[in-house]
């Protein structure tokens, strides 16, 4: 008995020996698919041998190949195989023939799938986790479509309900391995709006799908205010503003209810950061774009040099001024431009504003004037840095109005007003607006703000009463400049001007006296000596509010102030035949008929013109003119006087005639008949 | 029987004709010889012993003077009359001859035309009628002025129609009270916008505001005021505020506190915010009008919270100022010699809490010459880089250097030349110093009443300074700078051409002109074209860009102070190498005024109004038509 069981646990243990001989790496253990796993054995005969792996692949060659050295196999399937290494039969063999090792290789491969709850007409995503040709894997919906030769992820819409296996098979889509199996449920339609991604930001695109509509083409509505548009269920979209938006779908043309989807639409984080904000020509500049969506950008660098590029920039301005960069995403695909400023310090005719003021010549955004008033210009204020050339528009009422082009210096305040005639126009009554543009430097960016200006649906011009338009009045005889009260008017000014411009052009260097008496003036002996005299003076009234900005004007009066004080004398009376006539004291007692006056007059200022009227008892008699008379000079005549009256009465006039005529000299005769 | 009538008929016509002329006529036909300032006059004489008498009249008169005709040495009669003193251009003259017997014959009457080429002046005389006086009427308490003004649209196909009305509207209340030395004012207006700009304008808007109160040389003042100084200190300073001065003949106060902006929607009354005003003091005294002395402090804090300002500096505004500064009169006020020193401490910032502030100083002193027809001015000003005023957003700091002006006024001709040498930038650590010269000479003239021309011509050249070591010379920048002008005025119409060129050298040629007319065709048609042209080279390139434009604005009187239909209309043409725009407007409105039927109580009006617009841009065109109705009225 103790022999049997010896020669049992022999046997059991030469059996075991035999067994034992195919040795494994990893030698415990979980092997995955895919994975290496080495076979060797620890007896050899140097005989032909070959390894069975057990899943149909064979290792074939002298048995010192497997000897104490781990030859590696792949397992494409899991599942547990018996590797079988044969030795050819051998005369003397000190090995086994046969050796045999039990391998269990594991499945770490699977699919995922997105959303988990598909419906019909959903756009399924299925993705290949641990693939080993993860370029190159057959897919089998389960729905009689195959996809071959695709990557790990792929996107799948099913027609029906239903439940519905997935295969997807790795090592190049070999369809004789195992697949890695997926069962999905795929509910019935469902109407659905899908977005991607699901919270974007401004400007980043989404794609916006229609589920499950029975219409490929459905009216969109955005909820972003961007018009009403038919597409198909398959949209594109990008919002230019942050926030919360309802998008709403319906099937274009048929009666269905409206399929709304809220996104919320997150703020823009793209930025531009400049390495410095100011720097010299030739200095290098960094420009960074931060959070920025796509791999390439599309830089303009506001020196017309556009280029596409990466996120980080560096470049080099060859001239000074104010450049404004900017970089569209997606390289170019995004229309959201974002910018940042870099001044280039250097001298170039390219002018800087830094402070500019617009408002209307009351100092104020507002004003309100009759129609037809001359009484308003909008003025604009510039702070510059550098000297070069300015150029702009006014804008009236949305209308280029006016056109400016203006040198500016550095260091100087330009101030640019609208013109003066004509001026804003003042026709129709209500409100105008006025703004202005500029063109130029190119570079500033500038909005001014909107005046505003109210014309009264009446005009509101002061009547002048006295003196007269055209007055001519002797320099003795001080005017009393007195007009008419003109509605809204608090306080008067009266302008005198030796020609018509300053008062027409309201020319700031004109000195405007305030009138104490209200609707009169009374000038002072110093306001009246200071008028020019026998020239034509031109005069002015305007109304004021109590800010004193002009709310009326007259028109532009014209007057003369003429000294008087022309001197007619008489040298010599006489007979037709030349024979004096003794007179005294302005009396002549005389028989001849007619007479013959010989006399002169003298003037103490220059003259274009005098006049001298001769009267015999208030009928004319003669008329004589005097051109270009000087000062004090004596200019004679001579002029016949019938004497057949009783008495007569000589009257000479000296006219200054100036249109209208003045007297500014009279003499008297008497005449007697003897 | 005819015979007799015949005999009748010719009797009467014989005797009308001889009935002209009292004296049986002579038949003398007479030699005229023209001369210089001389009408020579002669008769060869029937009769030996004949007295003749030459009667002559020239235009505008019914009597004849009377001269005796000479006889010379060859027998002849003759007369020689000066025509310097004659009025007007003809003459009619007789010769009247009177024989031994005592008997008269007459010559018959004959015309000499154009005896001078020389204008007489018509001979009028003014009209000496009496004006109407004005009666004093009853005076409200206050007086009240309103306007209103409604649109609304009947039809809009514009992209961005808008607002469907207007309705705008200003009330203005006010009450002016002079009474010897006193003197009240209270005068505020206030508007009532819509449609209006939220962010910048409010529904009812304060536009104006004054109380003041004077007496004598002392004026308290609360509402819009103007505060004027000097430039480094306050210059134009008009803002809602509070102001009290005294300005005697020896001795001067100006004390003010105003917001540092200016308010333009309903913002109070004019109370400053605590970090948006401006308080300031002065005093000062006068010796005669010889000397003025002037110091003053002023404080103040700002945010640039302006609806009429842009601005990219820096917010957040606050600094102090001291400032002293004289005037002397010499020579009868033709010299004056003036000065000014300042000290600042002043600081911006983007936020409040950065603010920092940093003193530094300015000056200026100069003369000006004024005598008869010649004016020289010069000034040396040297301002520090970190001096500033809160009262002054247009300061131009860190420059120094000399200005100069010659001026030559004679009557109605003035030529002025200036000189300009300044540095600038002198402590800015970003910027390199620039150095600046420019000269320049321009003259204006009126022609008579009517005609005015003018020119312009300058040349400035900016560098950096060579001492600073950073640029060499040839960086200079040169601006060459031309214009000229012509422009005639006459009553309501008035034309103007404007010529110029500016020429940054190496950089930009611009070329500008614009003619503006305005016309007026009696009370029946107001005509206002303007037509300006642009065109700007940029040297580098050669590229160019041009623009046109046409702005009409117009009146045309159907029934004067009832109906009239304005017209404007204006186009642009924008041309450059890299596009081409273009846009146009016209608008056209019917306007009924009804002021005279309400005997100008209360003025309403009624308008109907279209405009028209549209644009190009490349390829692409817009077009709309508004249409709209508005009513006015106003008392």
Request: with cysteine; hydrophobic share 35%; glycine share 6%.
């Amino acid at each position: 008995m103790k022999k049997i069981i010896f020669l049992v646990l022999v046997v059991i243990c030469a059996m075991l020996s035999l067994i034992a001989t195919i040795i494994t790496n990893p030698s415990s253990g979980t092997v995955y698919v895919g994975q290496n796993i080495g076979a060797q054995i620890n007896c050899i005969d140097y005989c032909p041998s070959t390894m069975f792996w057990g899943d149909g692949t064979t290792t074939s060659g002298s048995d010192d190949f497997f000897y104490l050295t781990f030859r590696y196999h792949i397992y494409r399937n899991p599942g547990t195989f018996t590797m079988h290494f044969r030795r050819s039969p051998f005369t003397t063999p000190s090995c086994l023939v046969d050796e045999y090792k039990s391998v269990t290789i594991l499945e770490n491969r699977s699919i995922t799938v997105s959303p988990a709850q598909p419906s019909v007409g959903l756009p399924i995503t299925f993705t290949a986790i641990n693939f080993k040709t993860p370029t190159d894997i057959t897919w089998d919906m389960g729905d009689g479509t195959t996809y071959t030769h695709r990557g790990t992820t792929i996107t799948h819409t099913y027609a029906t309900d239903g439940s519905y296996r997935i295969r997807a098979f790795d090592w190049n889509g070999d369809t004789k391995t195992t697949p890695v199996s997926l069962t999905l449920k795929v509910a019935p339609v469902l109407r659905v709006i899908t977005c991607s991604p699901e919270m974007p930001r401004v400007d980043q695109p989404v794609d916006i799908r229609a589920v499950g509509f029975k219409s490929d083409s459905i009216d969109w509505n955005f909820g972003d205010g961007s018009p009403l548009q038919t597409y198909s269920t398959l949209v594109s979209h990008r919002y230019q503003n942050p926030g919360t938006f309802i998008i709403t779908a319906k099937e274009h043309g048929m009666e269905a209810a409206l399929e709304s989807k809220a996104i919320i639409v997150l703020p823009e984080n793209r930025s531009l950061v400049l390495s410095i904000p100011e720097l010299r020509m030739d200095e290098p500049l960094t420009v960074t774009a931060l959070n920025f969506r796509g791999q390439l950008i599309l830089w303009d660098f506001g020196d017309g040099t556009v280029v596409s590029g990466p996120a980080t920039m560096t470049h080099i301005y060859k001239l000074p001024g104010n450049y404004l960069i900017i970089a569209r995403d997606e390289n170019g695909a995004s229309e959201k431009k974002i910018q940042a400023s870099v001044k280039i310090l250097g001298i170039n005719d390219q002018v800087n504003l830094e402070i500019a003021e617009i408002t209307l010549d009351n100092g104020k955004y507002y004003k309100v004037v009759p129609k037809k008033s001359k009484n308003i210009r909008a003025i604009l204020k510039m702070k510059m840095r550098g000297t070069g050339i300015v150029s702009g528009y006014w804008i009236v009422n949305n209308q280029p109005f006016e056109f400016f082009n203006e040198t500016v210096y550095q260091g100087q305040i330009k101030t640019i007003l609208t013109r003066e005639i004509p001026g804003l126009p003042v026709f129709d009554p209500g409100m105008h607006t006025i703004t202005v543009q500029l063109t130029r430097p190119e570079s500033e960016t500038v909005v001014f703000p909107t005046l505003r200006y109210f014309v009264l649906p009446y005009e509101n011009e002061i009547t002048t009463l006295t003196p007269r338009d055209g007055a001519i009045i002797k320099e003795d005889e001080m005017a009393n400049f007195s007009w008419q009260n003109v509605l809204g008017g608090s306080y008067y000014q009266i302008a005198f001007a030796n020609s018509l411009f300053p008062l027409l052009r309201d020319d700031p260097s004109e000195k405007w006296l305030d009138c104490p008496g209200g609707l009169n003036f009374i000038p002072d002996a110093e306001t009246w000596s200071a008028i020019q005299r026998n020239k034509w003076t031109y005069w002015k009234v305007r109304g004021l509010d109590s800010n004193k900005n002009v709310l009326a004007a007259s028109s532009v009066q014209e007057m003369k102030i003429i000294i008087p004080g022309a001197a007619v004398g008489i040298q010599k009376i006489s007979d037709m035949d030349g024979n004096s006539i003794e007179f005294v004291n302005g009396i002549t007692v005389s028989r001849a008929d007619p007479l013959l006056l010989h006399g002169y007059l003298t003037y103490p200022a220059e003259a274009e013109y005098l006049i001298l009227q001769v009267y015999a008892n208030e009928n004319k008699i003669d008329q004589l003119l005097f051109r270009d008379v000087k000062k004090e000079e004596k200019r004679f005549f001579e002029t016949s006087v019938p004497n057949s009256e009783k008495e007569s009465r000589i009257l000479f006039q000296v006219l200054k005639s100036s249109s209208p005529s003045l007297i500014i000299g009279i003499l008297e005769l008497h005449l007697k008949k003897d | 029987m005819i015979k007799k009538i015949s005999f009748v008929f010719s009797f009467c016509l014989f005797s009308i004709l001889l009935s002209g002329q009292k004296f049986p006529s002579a038949n003398y036909l007479p030699l005229v010889e023209k001369q210089n300032n001389h009408i020579n006059i002669s008769i060869k004489p029937l009769k030996a012993r004949a007295i003749f008498f030459l009667h002559y009249r020239t235009d505008g008169m019914k009597n004849f003077q009377i001269r005796k005709m000479h006889v010379n040495s060859s027998g002849v009669v003759c007369h020689q009359i000066s025509t310097e003193n004659l009025y007007g251009k003809n003459m009619e003259y007789f010769i009247v001859e009177k024989a031994e017997n005592g008997t008269e014959s007459i010559s018959l009457t004959h015309t000499i035309s154009s005896f001078t080429k020389k204008e007489s002046p018509e001979i009028y005389f003014q009209d000496t009628a009496a004006p109407p006086v004005q009666s004093r009427k009853w005076e409200a308490p206050v007086n009240v002025n309103a306007s209103l003004s409604t649109s609304t649209k009947i039809s809009d196909n514009s992209e961005y129609p808008g607002q469907n009305y207007t309705a705008n509207g200003n009330l203005r209340i006010f009450r002016n009270i002079s009474k010897n030395d006193y003197q009240f004012d209270f005068d505020t207006s206030f508007a009532h916008i819509d449609p209006r700009n939220q962010d910048t304008e409010s529904l009812i808007n304060l536009s104006s505001m004054m109380i003041r109160l004077k007496k004598g040389e002392m004026q308290l003042e609360v509402g819009d005021v103007s505060v004027n100084e000097t430039e480094f200190t306050t210059s134009y300073l008009n803002r809602r505020g509070l102001r009290f001065e005294l300005n005697g003949k020896t001795l001067y106060l100006n004390s003010f506190y105003t917001n540092s902006q200016q308010k333009t929607g309903f913002d109070g009354y004019g109370v400053p915010a605590a970090n948006a005003g401006i308080f300031g003091a002065t005093a000062g005294f006068n010796l005669k009008s010889i000397l003025k002395v002037r110091g003053m402090f002023m404080t103040g804090k700002d945010t640039l919270d302006s609806k009429t300002v842009y601005s990219n500096e820096n917010p957040f505004r606050a600094g102090d100022i001291f400032s002293l500064w004289g005037e002397m009169n010499m020579f009868k006020s033709r010299l004056q010699v003036s000065g000014e020193i300042s000290s600042s401490n002043y600081g911006s910032a983007q936020e409040n809490d950065e603010l920092q502030k940093e003193s530094d100083t300015a000056w200026k002193a100069g003369i000006k010459y004024n005598y008869g027809i010649l004016s020289f001015s010069t000034d040396y000003e040297e301002i520090g880089g970190l001096f500033n005023s809160i009262a002054n957003l247009f300061l131009q700091n860190d420059r120094e250097g000399l200005n100069s002006n010659i001026g030559l006024n004679i009557k109605t001709f003035s030529w002025n030349i200036s000189y300009l040498d300044k540095k600038n930038y002198i402590q800015n650590p970003l910027q390199d110093m620039l150095h600046q010269k420019r000269v320049g000479t321009s003259f204006n003239w009126g022609l008579g009443s009517h005609f005015r021309i003018g020119g312009e011509a300058s040349r400035d050249n900016l560098d950096y300074d060579s001492s600073t070591g950073l640029q060499t010379s040839s960086s200079d920048m040169s601006t060459n700078n031309y214009t000229a002008s012509i422009g005639y005025m006459a009553g309501s119409n008035g034309i103007n051409l404007n010529l110029g060129k500016t020429e940054s050298i190496n950089f930009t040629s611009n070329l500008n002109a614009a003619l503006a007319l305005n016309l007026r065709f009696g009370q029946f048609m107001t005509l206002n074209p303007t037509l300006s042209y642009q065109s700007n080279e940029n040297l580098a390139d050669g590229s160019t860009s041009t623009i046109y434009n046409f702005y009409l604005n117009s009146e045309i009187t159907f029934i004067p102070q009832y109906f009239t239909l304005t017209l404007s209309a204006s186009y642009m043409n924008n041309e450059s190498e890299f596009n081409k725009s273009s846009n146009w407007t016209a608008g056209a409105n019917l306007n009924f005024f009804m002021a005279q039927i309400f005997n100008n109580k209360v003025r309403p009006s009624l308008s109907i109004k279209s405009q028209f617009q549209g644009a190009k841009y490349g390829n692409i065109e817009s077009n709309s038509a508004i249409f709209s109705l508005q009513a006015d009225i106003s008392f």
